[in-house]
């Protein structure tokens, strides 16, 4: 299975939009990346799921500022 690729500048500037679509775009986009980080960032793997939550929340709410779309990869 080949990686979900990270969301284009164009599908991010549909999301800050509100396009439902981008939104679920991006965040499959970033869903593995961020799983992966968290996972390896917890002790206990019980947290994992509660805190990718967390941090897909923040970035759906992070939408709305204006940044480079390759500065979230960051994270």
Known sequence: MSPT???DEYTLRAARRGSRP???AVL?????LIYNLVARA???PAWVDDAVV????ALVTDLDEPRDAAARQSW
Do not use: F, M, Q
């Not at 499959?28 to 593995?32: H, I, K, S």
């Open 42 to 44: 917890l002790p206990d």
């Open 54 to 57: 967390e941090v897909l929340g």
């Open 5 to 7: 690729p990270l969301p």
């Open 28 to 32: 499959a986009g970033y869903l593995p």
């Open 22 to 24: 981008a939104r679920e």
